[in-house]
């Protein structure tokens, strides 16, 4: 009897038992009539770069890589799209005739959400990002791609934000582009979208945003998700936004890509993006 080889793809990440990164991949191999395996691999500090090498060795097709091995993963190889370049990290990887190549498809995941599941208009938008490490870094060249006129980058460390300002100003030509200190938010004008690329979230942390950054009709995204409003969102909300995101659909929207990189057919998100809420927010 004739045994099907079954292509196997995984996330790997430290720690990777929470990733939803399996259940999204299998949604979108069923509705595209795919057979694959996808699991989670916990990867170790010391020896991720051994395991991805003896992921694909073993014939493994595609690998996503999460935190906090997405800058090694970029190392791993020298074949990489621009996006990958720019944001100085890879969370996909596959192989092709010439070996493992990277990619990142956060930056993008994070424009379509916007775009095609929020309605956002990003053409000639100004654009606050909160925080400036791996997550800010990576969606800085796809929001210029998607048409925002000008990004605004406020940190904590305010020399953390000028380095990413100027780093990128270089690799990706990345235009209109400026730093400004936490204590300088009290002093801008209003922004179009706030994006909240920090860890705040993650940790529960209130950033204590002043309301002057908001617009009457402002979007206020964040990066992260979880069971309820984030720290941020709440903090927005209370500043009178109505238009509040978490970073659901950029989950899904990433892995799309990464799907679509992988298999050439892109998978439909809007079921997944709700079957996937609803299984993380309770119902009340
Ligand atoms: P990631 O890869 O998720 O971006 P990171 O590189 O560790 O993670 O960056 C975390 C970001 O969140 C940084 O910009 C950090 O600010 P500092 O560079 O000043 O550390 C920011 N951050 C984390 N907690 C924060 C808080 N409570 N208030 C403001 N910024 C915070």
Redesign the pocket.
């Given at each position: 009897m004739e045994t099907e080889l079954i292509a196997r793809y995984a996330v790997i990440g430290h720690p990777i038992t929470h990733s939803r990164s399996p259940e999204i991949h299998a949604a979108f191999a069923v509705s595209t009539g795919r057979n694959i395996r996808y699991e989670r691999i916990e990867g170790s500090l010391p020896g991720f770069e051994e395991e991805a090498l003896r992921f694909f060795e073993e014939g493994g097709s595609g690998l996503n890589v999460t935190?906090?091995f997405?800058e090694r993963a970029l190392a791993l190889t020298s074949r990489c799209t621009e996006r990958a370049l720019c944001a100085g990290a890879a969370n996909t990887l596959g192989f092709g005739p010439e070996g493992i190549w990277a990619d990142n498809t956060d930056g993008v995941g994070l424009v379509r959400d916007l775009v095609n599941n929020l309605g956002v208009e990003l053409q000639g938008a100004d654009v606050l990002i909160?925080?400036?490490?791996?997550?800010?870094?990576g969606v800085i060249q796809p929001l210029f791609e998607a048409g925002a006129s000008a990004l605004w980058v406020v940190?904590?460390?305010r020399a953390?934000?000028e380095r990413l300002v100027a780093e990128l100003g270089v690799v990706c030509a990345a235009k209109s582009m400026q730093s400004v200190s936490?204590s300088d938010l009290s002093t801008l004008q209003g922004f179009n979208l706030i994006l909240n690329?920090?860890?705040?979230s993650?940790?529960g942390?209130?950033?204590g945003l002043p309301d002057n950054i908001f617009l009457k009709d402002s979007w206020a995204y964040d990066?992260g998700y979880g069971q309820s409003l984030t720290p941020f969102l709440q903090n927005a909300q209370q500043l009178g936004v109505t238009r509040l995101s978490d970073g659901l659909g950029m989950l899904v929207e990433q892995a799309a890509e990464s799907f679509q990189a992988w298999h050439g057919v892109r998978p439909e998100t809007r079921g997944v993006i709700g079957g996937l809420r609803s299984r993380i927010t309770p119902p009340v």
């Open positions: 935190l906090p997405k909160l925080g400036a490490g791996g997550a800010a870094r940190n904590r460390t953390r934000a936490w690329a920090t860890s705040s993650v940790n942390e209130w950033l990066l």
